[in-house]
Structure formats: structure tokens, C-alpha cells
């Protein structure tokens, strides 16, 4: 889902699904008043959705324009952005590696600069929802869950986190960039598996080199890439 000014909305492209197990969506639109969300309808599959299908809503839920029903991952996602003004877009996948290390209950740890690249920190796990958390409005709650536990983490040097016994949900300040952290997050997963599973001894990389990795691309010292001329 991908947070847009919603007078006028117009979803100008939906991208295909990039794999299986990986699936994300472009969202763009002209103008600029006042801010919502677009989000997939429910029920639609990944290939026959379009632009014209994606839900409208403001940040309270009140739907705007929709054709369909919305996403049942809806209050979930409101609570990140409601939480998060700088989120422009949150992805929400079942991928197959990230997901296996969100039921395994593990974090993703730095094993090497792939990850340091994009992710200042392990990949954190959130705490399993109560029962009484489940029995309730379980996806706003699955939400709050979230929040809470970035209260206390730099959510823009960590963009994603793994909900205990679901998937992972990622963020970036636009919708592409946000599904091109879910899709960093399912490779470096795998060769976070990969390495565990040759190495069960193996520690994360040291913090020296994490931080040189993350902080030449990422921040106001980064001098990564090319230089722009003045
Ligand atoms: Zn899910």
C-alpha cells in the first residue's frame, strides 16, 4: 500500500508481480492536496489487478474511491503511516526466505555488506500477538504490535520487520523504494539462510565495517554513487 494525495487519485501503473514469491506494486498519481492511501482490493489476484481496481481511502479509512472492497490488511497498514508520516509506501509480502526466518522467530542478523548496504541493524522481530490481541481488531492490532516496537528503533536505517508467526512489512519514502527494500529483504534473507546453514557459527560482520557499508550510501556523509554537478 502506498500513501498518495487522494483528490483526484489516479493510479497510473501497476507493476507485475516480480517472482512468486515476491510481489509488489508501482503507484503514481498527478496532483497534490490532500494525503490518503492506495491500497489492492481484496480478492483480486496479483495478475489480473489494475490500476482502476486499487482502493482509495484517507488515513482514517474512509473510503474515497473504490470499485472493490479494500485489502483486509488495511487497518494495519493505516496504523504504520498514521505512526510514520515519512513512510510513502509499506509492502507486506509472505515471501518464502524472509517469511521462514519471521516462524523461525529469529532477527536477521548483518552476515554481510548486501545487508549493511541498505539495513543499519539486523532485521528486528516483533513480539507474537496475545490472544486477546488476536481476538480483537487483529489487523490494527498486528499494526500496533509494529509500531511499538519501532518506538525505539530508527525506522528510516531499518525499513522493515518481521511479525512474529506472519511475514515481513518493509517502508521507504516512496512506493518504489519501499518495494525495492521488499525485495532486497527476500535476497538477503536467502543468503542469510544460505550462510547460517554452511556456518552455523558464523557472527555478524564486524560493526566498523556495517556502519561504512550503510553510512557511505545512506545520511549526510554518504558519497556513494556519482557526483552531481553543482
Ligand atoms: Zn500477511
Redesign the pocket.
Known sequence: MRRIPIHNAKVSRVAPPVSSSVVYLFISRLGCTVTGVAIKPRGVPYHELAPEHMVITKLDGEIVEATFRPSS?LATHLEIYNNFPDAGGVP?T?SECATSWVQGQRPIPCLGTTHGDYFHGEIPGTNCLTPDEIAGDYEKNTGIVICRLLQNLDSKSVPAVLVAG??PFCWGPTATAAAHKAVILESMARMAYYTVTLAGDVQPIASELHDKHFLRKHGHGAYHGQVKDK
Open positions: 490488511d507486506h509472505h506472519h511475514g
